[in-house]
């Protein structure tokens, strides 16, 4: 939708599929609904996006108005009013203050192309430290710096109040690439051209099946950027700078980081 920001609708618009309807994840958002409730009380859908596997809806159940939240089949969150509409016009307004996300929130998702591009799908980071406000024991906030580092000294910079307006999506010793992949390196793009092209890799997944080949996006790389996101997590719950043994998956010589590892599962579920 180009960048829109609002979008108006109308009875009877259905079907619409998501590249034409304004992006709603992860930001703040309002909707404002106007409807008239016939005599006998309103039952029914006023707006919804998705389905069964996720997605979100407004409604009117037995005159009440309420909110459904479905997150990919697991776990629904719905809210309703304490008031039932009486008969005749209503306006409905139902309002949602993203508060920029946790650690955890598509974490994975961005870590994970930093992950590929630094070279390190085969290995994690062998010391944590984290600088945020003191965390819950069972959940993670907000923070202010986030280092972890491998070992050959690279780093991947987490910086949760986006402190460094101007700070470089990758620096090394030769330069850094800058918003706009902007750069100081000389003749980079000469020096770009030169580089061999990666392996091919297969991209389609039903293809990867029935061949029995390594999907691009698998389970080994996959794990390694889940690991990115839970060695922050852990830091910021302890409080302290952490030591990992990339090999291991395991923290050296912290009883209390290594309990984060394997948590006990609800019943009835088990490994």
């Not at 089949?73 to 809210?79: A, F, P, Q, V």
Request: aromatic share 8%; hydrophobic share 35%; net charge positive.
């Amino acid at each position: 939708m180009a960048g829109r920001t609002s979008l108006t609708l109308s009875e009877g618009m259905t079907g619409m599929l998501e590249n034409v309807f304004i992006n709603v994840k992860n930001r703040s958002k309002t909707i404002t609904a106007e409807i008239e409730v016939p005599q006998n009380g309103a039952n029914g859908t006023i707006i919804v996006q998705g389905g069964r596997f996720g997605g979100w809806s407004l409604y009117v159940k037995d005159g009440v108005p309420g909110y459904d939240y479905n997150f990919l089949g697991l776990m629904r969150s719905s809210i309703t009013s304490t008031k039932r509409l009486a008969p005749g016009k209503s306006t409905i307004r139902y309002e949602f203050a993203y508060d920029g996300g946790g650690l955890g929130d598509m974490g994975q998702h961005y870590l994970d192309p930093v992950q590929y591009l630094l070279g390190k799908d085969n290995e994690s980071p062998i010391e944590i430290e984290a600088d945020a406000p003191k965390q819950d024991l069972d959940a993670v906030g907000t923070w202010r710096v986030i280092r972890l580092k491998y070992k050959d000294g690279c780093e991947i910079v987490l910086d949760g109040e986006n402190r460094d307006k101007q700070a470089a999506f990758m620096q090394g010793p030769q330069g850094k690439i800058t918003k706009g992949l902007q750069s100081d390196i000389p003749d980079l793009e000469k020096k770009l051209a030169e580089l061999k092209d990666p392996d091919p890799q297969i991209t389609d997944f039903v293809e990867a099946v029935k061949t029995r080949k390594k999907f691009a996006l698998n389970e080994l790389n996959g794990h390694r950027s889940c690991t990115l996101v839970n060695l922050a997590k852990t830091a910021l719950q302890t409080g302290r700078v952490l030591r990992f043994d990339s090999k291991k998956q395991r923290f050296i010589d912290d009883k209390d980081a290594n309990r984060y590892i394997n948590q006990p599962m609800r019943g009835p579920w088990k490994v």
